[in-house]
């Protein structure tokens, strides 16, 4: 399929007077896992968000534990060669003919040659259409993300940056193992932000040991001083077999009370709020209009395709004659990875057909995650013969979080209150088990379920997770680290 609309910045460019840029083949892989019942997706038209994954880092930080490797030396051109051959292989098999973001995540993409950033585009306004203005992020390390590098990222493509900043204390910095300093990461800001205006993002990481509320709303505040477009806030997680894990498990380090992780993240709430910034997803905060496009595509249940070692995707495999969405997830290892895509097109490892029931999980699981919430019509795209109303507004667990003020179900659909989605974690089982029973129960004979049975309260609790692809959690979204 012809490219049509989109063009790398540095060709936009030069078509201006003045220049100057804006700011798996058919039948392969694991067999599918058949599902009881199937819900056939519309026909067309076929649009889905694309992740890139890049695998590398030049080392491991002390809380990591994504799907990254730290080798002696990458050999670019084979892992260009590989990316671009599955996501045209993905595409195709997809049918998907309007490609909607890119994300290019790690690892650490900035590590990256911008040809190859390029090469990946190409190969995607080569086989879907990728309008121009489409949103493209590139996920960098403060340590790879120079002026000159950038420009190089800017002019393959890219038009939005998200900046592993963690912290802009140099002690912190340290503690996560991080190889940037504070002013690195002062200064690679600084630099995105005049080569991307309006479309720079930067993370920060609290809840770390020894952490005060203190230390982290001044850093904060530090932070919006270097940042105001998007910030995107991450509790610290304990991995297991990470380093930083070892050390408080071990009892080198003190474990931060929850109770000051639930302060932390309500203080960085109201200190960014009153700065003007929308609080539209569990941990990502907005000014100006900055949304995530790429990131709100995975909250509200749409189609994504992830390229490279270790992505996650859910879509439909029209070009298999598939009806029904898939949870794929490709090779993590990248060697046997480029040995997949260089054997069959693509390196998907794993393929599983999603249940009605699991699509559902999905979108309640993701879409309260949003300060909208799961709407209406989203809901009815899944479950056309059980809606909101009939699900979550009989007596049950929904009713009662309704009456203790922390989830909403009116017009615009169901979605949290802001003390609500600070207790997301602890909401959703109930919620879930609300929807599996409501599913299962014989109909009424108004047609609708019978009603549910209530059950406790949930208990209080930080929002705990980090999120992937700046999302993550039931849905299994590739998320990077830098």
């Known amino acids: 399929m012809a490219a049509r609309g989109w063009r790398p910045a540095a060709a936009m460019a030069a078509a201006r007077p003045g220049g100057g840029g804006p700011g798996r083949g058919p039948g392969a892989g694991s067999p599918s896992e058949p599902a009881p019942e199937t819900v056939p997706e519309p026909a067309a038209p076929a649009t889905a968000a694309l992740y890139v994954h890049w695998p590398y880092c030049r080392k491991r930080c002390s809380y990591c534990n994504f799907n990254k490797y730290v080798v002696p030396a990458v050999d670019e051109v084979a892992v260009r060669a590989c990316l671009v051959r599955e996501a045209r292989t993905l595409l195709r098999l997809s049918q998907v003919q309007s490609v909607t973001s890119v994300f290019f995540g790690g690892g650490t993409p900035s590590l990256a040659s911008p040809c190859t950033i390029a090469a990946v585009l190409e190969a995607v306004a080569g086989a879907a259409h990728l309008p121009a203005g489409t949103e493209v992020t590139l996920e960098a390390n403060p340590g790879s993300a120079g002026t000159p590098r950038l420009a190089g990222f800017r002019a393959a493509g890219i038009n939005r940056l998200s900046i592993g900043v963690q912290s802009l204390d140099d002690a912190e910095l340290r503690l996560l193992g991080r190889e940037h300093t504070a002013a690195e990461a002062r200064a690679a800001v600084e630099a995105a932000r005049g080569l991307f205006p309006g479309r720079t993002s930067i993370d920060l990481i609290f809840g770390l040991p020894g952490q005060s509320r203190g230390a982290w709303a001044r850093g904060l505040e530090a932070a919006l001083g270097l940042c105001d477009d998007h910030v995107s806030l991450y509790q610290l997680t304990l991995e297991q077999g990470t380093a930083l894990a070892a050390q408080v498990w071990g009892g080198a380090l003190p474990t931060p009370p929850q109770d000051l992780l639930a302060d932390m993240y309500q203080t960085a709430r109201a200190v960014l709020v009153a700065a003007g910034f929308r609080h539209y997803e569990v941990s990502n905060f907005a000014r100006k209009g900055a949304l995530s496009t790429h990131n709100l595509s995975y909250w509200r249940a749409e ?85 909101l109303e009939a699900a979550f507004g009989a007596p049950g667990e929904a009713k009662d979080l309704q009456q203790q003020g922390w989830l909403i179900l009116d017009g615009g659909g169901l979605r949290c209150t802001p003390e609500g989605l600070a207790l997301l974690d602890a909401l959703l089982p109930g919620l879930l088990c609300q929807l599996q029973r409501r599913r299962a129960l014989p109909a009424a004979p108004d047609g609708e379920p019978r009603p549910a049975v209530a059950t406790g309260p949930p208990k209080r609790s930080p929002t705990g997770d980090r999120a992937g692809g700046e999302a993550a959690g039931r849905a299994g979204l590739v998320s990077g680290g830098e």
């Open 303 to 387: 189609q994504y395709i992830g390229v490279g070692p270790g992505a996650h995707g859910r879509f439909v495999p029209r070009g298999e004659g598939g009806r029904s969405r898939e949870a794929r997830v490709q090779t993590p290892e990248p060697d046997a990875w480029m040995r997949e895509v260089r054997s069959r097109g693509h390196g998907t490892r794993r393929r599983v057909v999603l249940s009605p029931l699991e699509q559902l999980e999905e979108v309640l699981a993701l879409g309260l995650r949003t300060d909208e919430g799961v709407t209406h019509e989203r809901w009815g795209h899944f479950s056309p013969h059980l809606g």
